[in-house]
């Protein structure tokens, strides 16, 4: 329990309104961590896996309706509809409520209202911030009790002071006797995520599931954080931490910004093919920043630990990620093997036979289904993680050397690419999104822009968003330490549609070269774009076939560009007037440079 006023005032105030049969209030100690594991395993809505092949691991099963975040139903609810720009679903706040007061009302009958204090960052950092997440969901409690630092320390540290209050309900109240269900949640046309950032709350209603229900996430390291952000003049971003240190054993530290499926928890646990290089994670999803004394900028990661994407995941694309979930994890929408295992699509072995698949049937290949969902994710300890850097508990943070940004795009974008200075390295980020398909998304095909990899996840307006990079950048105590920015691009294919570059591991070739000329070193040649590497400036040692396709790699098409600028335009058109003056001088020192270029 707590003496916090305001904590005990809201807890009253939403066990009156959801009349949840009782109150736990999570002290987050294994005895309770196990006691509602064991729970869980009980009623059905959990499977212990093998204690030898995955010691302290379970596995459980989502409603088929419940599987990621739901975006259409996710909403930022600010006073004006045009403080949440064009990227977001706006809602009235006052309105919100007033939909979901009526959902939330006995929404927890029959179920146990769970009170989560947890920290984003460590304990006592400056950067951190403490959340307190009501649920009604164990299986919430203990993904939160991995992804964050969470229980009874958390209300210690947090006092008398203020929180962000996360209120959370699956939406399906019990009656009298009736049976509940595996996975609980609402229909998805109930389903609410919403965001109220002038006041710094989230009322999640509906889904059991991710980013919609382990609310520290994305509703508040992102959503809410960014709002926060902007108001104190700070950074709350999607990017992993990475620590870099090369064979003189001189450390770096970058973050990247991705957008989703471009490799970016591979790329924080990657595992150098040049000798003498080492890489260390300090996250693998979000990081919070803030200048330190010394005027450099400090990241922390806000989280405790991975909530990864399963499929794909195997001991050749991502050995570190499979060793973070080896123990202690918790597994949502895979395969489970008869020996009491996992299984996913691409772990790199075949299906055990007599596996039954993320919708509780036995495995049939003949069916065309998966045995794991696409979206099935383990989540799993960060301290687990065989690369996780010294620093990654640090309460003061890394201090950052590099930005990148990146995506996956076919053509157009070199390998790697510098900013001429910060605010053309803020163009970059506004600027960036991955090629897709017609088929991947259901829309158009074309560049889907995914700005700073923030499209789903800014609490605010786009345009604002991009003017408060501009000032981080303007107010920065010292602008010669600011981090440099650097634009990368793992995917570009030649014109028979084969990759250029092998990626993963050899990642670290670019990275080299980021390395190098966050130290100043003359190795880049100026384009109309930015600065790309010189000739014979890419370390090429031991790499095979690739090498050959370097030049290509490095080109910057003039016809691909002017291509581009149209895009961008059209972009750049949805902002309105909240486009800052900044980024229009960025798109026309663009387009002269273009004209100029040879
Ligand atoms: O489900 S989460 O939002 O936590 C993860 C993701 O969608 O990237
Ligand atoms: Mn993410």
Redesign the pocket.
Known sequence: MTGNKKLQIWVKEWADICQPDSIHWCDGSDEENQKLLDLMVSSGAAVRLDEKKRPGSYYFQSDPSDV??VENRTFICSAKKSDAGPTNNWSDPQEMKKTLLPLYKGSMNGRIMYIIPFSMGPLGSKIAHIGIQITDSPYVVVNMRIMTRMGKAVLDILGNDDFVPCMHSVGAPLQPGEKDRKWPCAPIESKYISHFPETNEIWSYGSG????A?LG??CFALRIASSMAHREGWLAEHMLIMGITNPGGVKKYFTAAFP?ACGKTNLAMLIPSIPGWKVECVGD?IAWMKFGADGRLYAINPEAGF?G?APGTSMKTNPNALLSCRENSIFTNTGLTPDGDIWWEGIGYDIPPGTITWTNEDYDPASGKPAAHP?A?FTAPAKQCPTIDSDWENPAGVPISAILFGGRRPSTLPLVCQSFDWNHGVFMGSIAGSEVTAAAIGLKAGVRRDPFAMLPFCGYHMGDYFAHWVKIGENAPNKSKLPKIFNVNWFRKNPEGKFLWPGYGDNIRALKWIFERTEGADIARETAIGYVPGEGTIDISGLSEAAGNIPELLKVDKNEWIDELKLINDHYASFGDRLPEEMKEQLQGLTSRLENAR
């Open positions: 990621a975040r599931y991710g980013g919609n382990l996430k994305k989703s999803d909530f994407v979206n994710r």
